[in-house]
């Protein structure tokens, strides 16, 4: 057996299932040839007016078209499309607006925030201190908030989850910044998709001084990030902690990709996005009708986001992991944290979730959905490109 056999039964074994895992999505068939094309194994160097590498003239435009489409598609003053992934737009953004204040405030993992931001992650590798967002039920916890940054001397606010299924609001976070002289950046990579598309957080560029996030998660793109600024002055940052200090190869061809996915989203991500959303709170209401419990207080979402009760769950033996496990077996991916996402099947064309409900529920119940979940998956239609 070799790598080229285990790539066709990848395939094969991807295209059979429905794909409901929260952080991914599916590339266009143009998107996937970006990405595999000959840009795949070459560089690109930008120096003032020249590229540093040959050969490169028609990444060039790539890139040019990339940026200007970027900026179009936020309404941004500037961008930065280059970070390779998610992780790294964020230490970009955070290396570009924390200064000598090392104080920062993100939502802790155990209410849905990024594993990043805490447990001595990017605290250790960028040095900076986090204390908690104070946050329940789904919600920033404002006035406490306000408390924090004032008695923690706060200097930077990162918002934005790994759980994430409520807007904040940014107006509010906005006043306590500028009383406190703190800055304020936005995590969203869940929820890019969303936000190009108009369908979430509209105003999470506005209030904050840089918002950011995963290119591939309800984002049409490959893995990668981006970065969004309205301030010269931070931009000039963002640029300068790229290349040579978080990163050096850009991998030209996810840069392409990315290009691709960016016209997608123009043309068709306002028209995905509110399906993503409608598509959620139906399979919400459609769960809630055969009596199939969420996470207590989740049923609100506003994002792609559905959030698994793993004491439900319990009621018949299974765990986040076996009922993934089981979930599997019934051919629908999703993860193991107890989450489950509405976006790559809404642009798979599946828009029935009285149906996605019923075979949720039946997996539940451990019956018998063969026929169900099969006639779904013929009836996949990659849509929006
Ligand atoms: C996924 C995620 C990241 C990391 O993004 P990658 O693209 O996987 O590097 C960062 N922050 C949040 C909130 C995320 O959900």
């Known amino acids: 057996m070799d790598s080229m056999y285990y790539i066709k039964k990848y395939n094969e074994y991807r295209k059979n299932v429905l794909n409901m895992q929260a952080s991914e999505n ?12 000959d840009m795949a194994s070459r560089y690109s160097l930008k120096i003032e007016n020249y590229n540093a590498y040959g050969g490169t003239l028609y990444f060039d435009e790539i890139l040019k078209l990339l940026e200007y489409n970027v900026k179009k598609l936020f309404n941004a003053g500037f961008s930065e499309s280059r970070p390779l992934s998610g992780h790294i737009a964020s230490e970009i953004s955070l290396l570009s607006i924390i200064n000598n204040n090392k104080n920062v405030a993100a939502v802790s993992e155990e209410d849905g925030g990024y594993p990043g931001y805490t447990n001595s992650n990017l605290e250790r590798v960028i040095g900076f201190r986090t204390y908690k967002i104070p946050y329940k039920n789904f919600s920033i916890d404002y006035d406490e908030l306000e408390k924090s940054v004032k008695t923690n001397k706060i200097g930077t606010v990162i918002l934005g989850q790994s759980m994430f299924i409520k807007s904040y609001d940014m107006k509010r976070i906005h006043e306590i910044a500028e009383k406190y002289n703190s800055g304020v950046v936005y995590d969203g990579s869940h929820v890019m998709g969303l936000i190009a598309g108009n369908a979430f957080q509209t105003d999470a560029l506005k209030y904050s001084d840089i918002l950011f996030g995963s290119t591939h998660k309800t984002f049409f793109g490959p893995q990668g990030g981006i970065i969004l600024t309205d301030n010269d002055e931070i931009y000039d940052k963002i640029v300068n ?50 009596k199939f419990k969420l996470l207590d207080g989740s049923e609100i979402s506003e994002t792609h986001q559905i959030l698994l009760d793993e004491k439900f769950l319990s009621e018949k033996g299974y765990s986040f992991l076996t009922f993934s496990e089981e979930m599997e077996r019934n051919k629908i991916i999703i993860d193991r944290f107890g989450r ?20 949720i529920n039946d997996t539940y119940n451990k019956l018998n959905i063969n026929n169900e979940i099969n006639s779904m998956i013929d009836r996949k239609e990659l849509k929006y490109w």
């Open 241 to 290: 902690n790229t290349i040579f200090k978080t990163m050096d190869n850009i991998n030209l061809s996810r840069v392409a990709a990315l290009s691709v996915s960016v016209e997608e989203m123009l043309k068709y991500g306002d028209k995905y996005a509110k399906n993503v959303v409608k598509n959620t709170g139906e399979l919400i209401k459609a769960l809630n009708e055969l």
């Open 340 to 359: 489950i996402g509405t976006q790559e099947i809404t642009r798979y064309n599946i828009n029935d979730m009285n149906e996605i409900a019923y075979i």
């Open 26 to 37: 599916v590339l266009s068939p143009n998107a996937k040839m970006a990405l595999s094309s």
